[in-house]
C-alpha cells in the first residue's frame, strides 16, 4: 500500500496535483486544519472528490459540531455510509461531558463498497466474566475471533481523537479497506499483479505518532465563519413568529390527532420547556399512515419545517432533543446550527440487526439549547451510572449489588447503557418504539417538575406517558389514529392505575427453536466436514427441512452457527 503523508501547508498542492481519479482513499484530519477558513476547507474536499476512483473511500475525522457542515457538502459527490463515533479522552463542555470524536466515511461511485469487516477481542464483566454484549440466548453464535466492529468504537485506547487521529484508530481505518480483486478465477488471482493501492493521509500535523513534537493542532471547538449572522434576544437566527389559535388552558396535557406542522404552528413562541422528536427515518420503515420513502430532498425540507416550529416554541432556557440515523442528523445539525446552540451530539449506542460491513449501532441524538450556557441542566439527576465494566444482564447487576460490588462513572455523551426495546410484550406495533429509560434520562435531565414536553411524533406514546410519570405535562401530536388510540388508552390507564396494564405475549409452539435448529446444522457440519445443502440437512437432520426454511430468511442465517463451527 502506498500511502503519502502530506503536511497541512502541502496538502491542497499535492491533491491539485493528482490526477482525477488517481487514488483510492485519503483520510482527512480536519482536527488540524483551520476549519475557521471556510473556504479553504470546502476547497480541499472538491478535490479530495476529484482524485478518488470510482469505488474509492475517503474518511474524514473530526468533531461533532464541525463535520455536519462538512458532511452536508460531501454527500452532494459522494455516498454516506458511516458516522464513526469513537470514544475518546473525556473532555468538560456546557453540555455533558464528552468524548465522543468522530470519523465520517463516504465513497464514490456505486461500485463495490471496498471495506472490509474488521473484529476486535470480546469484552468481559469483570463480575461474572461473561461477555459485555448480551447475546440473549445467542452465545452460539459468537465468533472466536472476536465482534464486528461497529459505528459506535468504545474499545481502542482512550486518546485525543479531537485534533488528531490516534495510531490504534489510524490502523483500524486503513485495516477496514479492501481494494482485492474480485469476481476473478482463482487462476488469475494466483497469476496476477496485486494493483498498487495509493492513497493520502493529511495534514501529517494530524497523525502525532508520525510527526512526534508538533505542536497542539487547531481547536475546532471554535468555528465563527461556520456560525449564522448574529441574532437578537438569543445570537441566533429565529424562525418568524406564528399566531397560536390553541386555547391557552389546553395547550398541555393533550393528545393531539393530525399534521404536526400544522399543529406546531398553532402554539404560541417561547411556550414549551423541551422539544424532542423521533421522525420518521426516511428507510421505508412499516408505518401505517407516514410516507416514510420520500426523496432525500423533500425529507431534509420537511424536518428543517418542522424543526424550525421546533425553534420558534421552544422558550429561552428549553432544550431540544433529536433522534435519527447520523446520516439524517447531519442535515438537522446543519440547520440547527444557524438558530439554536450546540451541547453534544448523543451517541446512543443501541445495536441493531448484524448487517453489512460495520454493524449499525449508531442512533444520533442531537442537543442543542436556545440559550448558550443559561438553560435547565439538572446533570447530577443522571449521573453517574454503572460503569462500563459490567455487563446489564439483570441477574449479574442484582448479585454483585447485593455484593456491595457497584463501581460508577460518569455519563458523558455516548449512552452504551440503555438497550433497544427486545421483547414483544414491551411493544405497541409500533417499528420504531423508544425504550422508557431513554425518555427517561433525558426528561430528567432537561426539564424540572411541572415544565412542558413536546413530541411531535408520538407514536404510541413514550414521550407523554414518561413525563406524566415524572410529574411533568406533556404536548403529543400524531398522524396515525391507531396510535392515537393507544395513546390515549395508555395515558388513561396511568392517570386511573398508576401503571400501565401490558397483556403477554404467548409465543407459538414450535417442534425446535432457532437455536436448536442452528446446533443441530453445527452437529451436521461436523459430521461431513463440510457446511451441509438442504439436501444434506433433510438426508440426516431429525427436523423436517421445511422447519429450516421456514425459520431463517436464507440458508446462509441458518448456517451462522456451523460455519462458527469451522473457524474454531
Known sequence: MNISYIPHTELWQTLKKCDTHSLEFVILVTGALDTNDRQSVFELLHETVRVLKNGGVVFVQGIPNILPALGVFLEKYLNFKYWLAIESTLIETTGLPSVHAAVMLFTKGNDRFNIQRVRLPHQYCRACGRTLKDWGGKAHLMHPEGYVVSDVIKDLPADNNYSHLSKPLFDLLIKMLDFSPTRKSQDELTTMIPPEIKGVVG???????????????????????????????????SPLSSTPTIEEDTLCNVVHHGDALKILKQYPDESIDVVFADPPYNLDKNYTVYDDEQTDYQYVEWCNAWLAEYVRILKPTGSLFVLNLPRWSMHHADFLHQHLYFQNWIVWDALSEPRGKVMPAHYALLFYTKHPTNFTFNYDRISPIDARYYCLRTSCVRKRKHQGDDNKTILHDIWWDIHR?????????????????????????ATDPGDV???????????????????????????????VTIMQEKIAQLKDAGQIQR????????????????????????DLGRLPTPEDVEAKSQYDLELFLETFSTWGKALKAAKLERLS
Open 203 to 237: 495534514p501529517l500535523e494530524g497523525l502525532a505518532w508520525k510527526h512526534p513534537g508538533v505542536a497542539e493542532s487547531h481547536d475546532q471547538y471554535v468555528l465563527p465563519d461556520f456560525s449564522p449572522p448574529m441574532h437578537t434576544h438569543t445570537g441566533k437566527q
Open 421 to 445: 426495546i427486545k421483547h414483544r410484550r414491551d411493544r405497541d406495533y409500533h417499528p420504531c418504539q423508544l425504550p422508557q429509560p431513554l425518555m427517561e434520562r433525558i426528561i430528567r435531565l
Open 453 to 483: 414536553v413536546l413530541d411531535a411524533f408520538a407514536g404510541t406514546g413514550t414521550t407523554p406517558l414518561t413525563a406524566l410519570q415524572l410529574g411533568r405535562q406533556y404536548v403529543a401530536i400524531e398522524l396515525d389514529a391507531n396510535y
Open 503 to 526: 397483556q403477554s405475549v404467548k409465543k407459538s409452539s414450535r417442534p425446535a427453536t432457532k437455536k436448536a435448529l442452528q446446533l443441530e446444522l453445527r452437529q451436521i457440519t461436523l
